[in-house]
């Protein structure tokens, strides 16, 4: 492959890459399905596919299906922190797919690799977090013509033709919705997010799980016994807290749904404000996809040696910024542990740690720690989400690829630009995945 066309850490890890790839490809039943259709029947065929999503061994299976389909994949991280360099690796050289991304890239990089999957002209997108699409309305103008789409550069007429996108995210979906509100939103994308196999499997047992697993690989900490607190009770916090009390933690709820948070005190958990968690919460774990959920306010309410970590999917959920600024201090006391020393003003702070042997106290500090850089900790600091609820989140990625092209010429007629999957591609999904656990055989189609 054209050197040009990719921009990866390391070409000699992909031994490594696919032997993970691979492993990880027997867990994914349902992917398994489709990519088999998708090798016979060839519905992607000729149609380019710009993806930005996390760079891991699940993302390399769902590129893959779409390459066995025959569409022409290029793909960039959704996330400056999240590539699995060795898979990244992988794909380029065993597979010759274009890719763009590696782990710790900074801001200009990141963007540089999103521009450069722009660069190849997708037909259909799919995202993580909405950059892509996002990054697609800055640098070209969107038209369309008998019921197709189209993007061209700016201040030129020619251009190519655009399918719609595709959204795997909670954070993604909000940003879109508020897109298509504020009429930003030129072009119909299908919320994958919103999908029934997605939100109850992926955010709830996946983020709950991988989240967990991100913390205790970053701190080696005991859970038992501690104030657990998670912010926001939606499907991945639900699934946060689930994971959390089973180990032990004392977990409370911070809402800002009456509803949601009425059924946490169902569901057994404390529900405080988080200006009242602040104080005695022991690790605050941020779930919302919303942006200043933990203030600078609410971190100078905690206590000495609390720990900060977010399983959004942007780093604005926890003011890391604004305590960068006040911070008299900081150091990386572990891989993904950032120590930051404050000037003390909580009640709860002036304790000493027990077996601590600083005098933080006496000198009116305290220590918070974030953990990760306030990113995704479920990526940052462990491997995502399991391969067997990334299977049914990538097989709706790629299932609507495939319902976009199908549909194409009807989408401009669509009422709405951000649109739910089917019912019926649910219920595909749903049975094709106890197919490939044995319970019956069968192809999964539209």
């Given at each position: 492959?054209?050197?040009?066309?990719?921009?990866?850490?390391?070409?000699?890890?992909?031994?490594?890459?696919?032997?993970?790839?691979?492993?990880?490809?027997?867990?994914?039943?349902?992917?398994?399905?489709?990519?088999?259709?998708?090798?016979?029947?060839?519905?992607?065929?000729?149609?380019?596919?710009?993806?930005?999503?996390?760079?891991?061994?699940?993302?390399?299976?769902?590129?893959?299906?779409?390459?066995?389909?025959?569409?022409?994949?290029?793909?960039?991280?959704?996330?400056?922190?999240?590539?699995?360099?060795?898979?990244?690796?992988?794909?380029?050289?065993?597979?010759?797919?274009?890719?763009?991304?590696?782990?710790?890239?900074?801001?200009?990089?990141?963007?540089?690799?999103?521009?450069?999957?722009?660069?190849?002209?997708?037909?259909?997108?799919?995202?993580?977090?909405?950059?892509?699409?996002?990054?697609?309305?800055?640098?070209?103008?969107?038209?369309?013509?008998?019921?197709?789409?189209?993007?061209?550069?700016?201040?030129?007429?020619?251009?190519?033709?655009?399918?719609?996108?595709?959204?795997?995210?909670?954070?993604?979906?909000?940003?879109?919705?508020?897109?298509?509100?504020?009429?930003?939103?030129?072009?119909?994308?299908?919320?994958?997010?919103?999908?029934?196999?997605?939100?109850?499997?992926?955010n709830r047992y996946g983020t709950g799980q991988s989240t967990v697993d991100g913390i205790l690989r970053a701190t080696n900490l005991l859970l038992a016994g501690k104030n657990f607190v998670v912010c926001g009770y939606g499907w991945c916090g639900r699934g946060i807290a689930t994971r959390a009390r089973g180990m032990g933690a004392k977990v409370i709820i911070t809402e800002v749904d009456p509803i949601k948070a009425l059924e946490a005190v169902m569901d057994g958990y404390q529900v405080l404000a988080v200006r009242q968690a602040a104080k005695i919460g022991d690790i605050f774990v941020t779930a919302t996809g919303d942006k200043d959920v933990i203030t600078l306010d609410h971190i100078h309410q905690m206590k000495d040696g609390a720990i900060l970590a977010n399983a959004g999917h942007f780093n604005v959920e926890v003011a890391v910024e604004e305590l960068e600024k006040v911070a008299i201090s900081k150091r990386q006391v572990k891989p993904y542990v950032e120590e930051y020393e404050l000037k003390n003003t909580s009640d709860g702070g002036r304790l000493k740690r027990r077996g601590s042997h600083d005098s933080s106290e006496v000198k009116g500090r305290k220590k918070i720690y974030v953990l990760g850089e306030g990113r995704l900790i479920n990526l940052v600091a462990a491997e995502g989400h399991p391969p067997e609820v990334m299977d049914m989140s990538f097989a709706n990625q790629a299932l609507a690829a495939e319902w976009i092209l199908k549909n194409r010429g009807k989408l401009s007629l669509l009422d709405e630009l951000v649109v739910n999957s089917t019912s019926v591609v649910q219920r595909g999904i749903a049975n094709s995945y106890q197919s490939g656990k044995g319970l019956w055989s069968g192809y999964i189609y539209l």
């Open positions: 492959m054209n050197k040009n066309n990719f921009d990866i850490k390391d070409l000699t890890l992909a031994p490594k890459g696919k032997l993970r790839i691979e492993w990880t490809g027997e867990h994914m039943a349902v992917l398994g399905l489709i990519r088999q259709r998708f090798a016979e029947e060839k519905p992607l065929t000729g149609i380019k596919i710009g993806a930005c999503l996390h760079v891991t061994a699940e993302t390399a299976n769902l590129v893959l299906t779409l390459k066995a389909g025959g569409a022409n994949v290029s793909l960039c991280a959704s996330n400056p922190l999240s590539t699995q360099d060795d898979v990244a690796a992988s794909l380029v050289k065993d597979f010759e797919i274009p890719v763009f991304a590696k782990k710790g890239e900074d801001n200009k990089t990141y963007y540089q690799h999103i521009k450069a999957v722009l660069s190849t002209r997708p037909n259909i997108t799919m995202d993580d977090g909405a950059d892509l699409i996002s990054q697609l309305h800055k640098a070209h103008k969107p038209t369309h013509y008998n019921n197709i789409y189209y993007y061209s550069e700016k201040g030129k007429l020619k251009g190519w033709e655009f399918y719609g996108s595709s959204e795997e995210t909670t954070t993604g979906v909000i940003r879109l919705r508020a897109m298509e509100k504020d009429r930003a939103l030129a072009l119909p994308v299908i919320a994958v997010n919103d999908s029934q196999t997605k939100r109850f499997f992926d």
